[in-house]
T-cell receptor, first 109, second 114 residues
Framework: GNSVTQMEGPVTLSEEAFLTINCTYTATGYPSLFWYVQYPGEGLQLLLKATKADDKGSNKGFEATYRKETTSFHLEKGSVQVSDSAVYFCATGFQKLVFGTGTRLLVSP | DVKVTQSSRYLVKRTGEKVFLECVQDMDHENMFWYRQDPGLGLRLIYFSYDVKMKEKGDIPEGYSVSREKKERFSLILESASTNQTSMYLC?????????????FGPGTRLTVT
C-alpha cells in the first residue's frame, strides 16, 4: 500500500529563515499529494495539494512540487513567520489518505 | 466553506463506559472518516464510510464501531472504553466528485479514559 515518510522534528527556525520539510512517498499509480497543517488545539487544515506529476501546489507563501522521479513532495517557504509554528503533515492517496507522522515547526522571533 | 463539526472538544470517561463521538458535515459529502492521532504515530484510520449505511474498517478498528444513518452524520462508538483509547479523535469528510481527493477535518475531540 501507499506510505509517506517525512522528516522528524522539531524544526526550529528564526523568523524570516528559509524552510524545507522533506516528504517522500511510495504509491501504486499516481495519487494526489497533500500538505496539511495543524495549529495548536485544532484539527487539520489543507495547506496545499498537487494532483499530478510536476504540479506545484502553493498557498500562504508555502510551495511543494509533485516529483515523480524522486517520489517527493517537499514543503518550502522562503521566509517563515512566528505564526507558521504548527505541525505539518504530508499525505497521499486516492479515496483514503495515508499520512506521515507530522513535523513540528517552531519559529522564534 | 465546508464545515465539519464534532460534538465535543474534550471528553473524560471511565474505563468500561460506552462512548459516542459524533461528527456532522454540511457539504453533502459522500465519504466520511474517523482517525485517531497519537504522538509519533501521526493519523491512523479507524473506520471509513463510503455513503449512508456503508462502512469499511480502517487500519485500527479493534474496540470501535461506527454508525452512518444519515449522510451528514458519522458516529464513532467505543463499546467499552479502555485507557489505551485515550487519544485525539479526528473526523473528516470528502466529496467523491472532482479529482483532488482532499479531506476536510473537524476540530477534533480529545478523549481521556480514566
Amino acid at each position: 500500500g501507499n506510505s509517506v515518510t517525512q522528516m522528524e522534528g522539531p524544526v526550529t527556525l528564526s523568523e524570516e529563515a528559509f524552510l524545507t520539510i522533506n516528504c517522500t512517498y511510495t504509491a501504486t499509480g499516481y495519487p494526489s499529494l497533500f500538505w496539511y497543517v495543524q495549529y495548536p488545539g485544532e484539527g487539520l487544515q489543507l495547506l496545499l495539494k498537487a494532483t499530478k506529476a510536476d504540479d506545484k501546489g502553493s498557498n500562504k507563501g508555502f510551495e511543494a512540487t509533485y516529483r515523480k522521479e524522486t517520489t517527493s513532495f517537499h514543503l518550502e517557504k522562503g521566509s517563515v513567520q512566528v505564526s507558521d509554528s504548527a505541525v505539518y503533515f504530508c499525505a497521499t492517496g486516492f479515496q483514503k489518505l495515508v499520512f506521515g507522522t507530522g513535523t513540528r515547526l517552531l519559529v522564534s522571533p | 466553506d465546508v464545515k465539519v463539526t464534532q460534538s465535543s472538544r474534550y471528553l473524560v470517561k471511565r474505563t468500561g463506559e460506552k462512548v459516542f463521538l459524533e461528527c456532522v458535515q454540511d457539504m453533502d459529502h459522500e465519504n466520511m472518516f474517523w482517525y485517531r492521532q497519537d504522538p509519533g504515530l501521526g493519523l491512523r484510520l479507524i473506520y471509513f464510510s463510503y455513503d449512508v449505511k456503508m462502512k469499511e474498517k480502517g487500519d485500527i478498528p479493534e474496540g470501535y464501531s461506527v454508525s452512518r444513518e444519515k449522510k451528514e452524520r458519522f458516529s464513532l462508538i467505543l463499546e467499552s472504553a479502555s485507557t489505551n483509547q485515550t487519544s485525539m479523535y479526528l473526523c473528516a469528510s470528502r466529496a467523491t466528485s472532482g479529482s483532488s481527493h482532499e479531506q476536510y477535518f473537524g476540530p477534533g475531540t480529545r478523549l481521556t479514559v480514566t
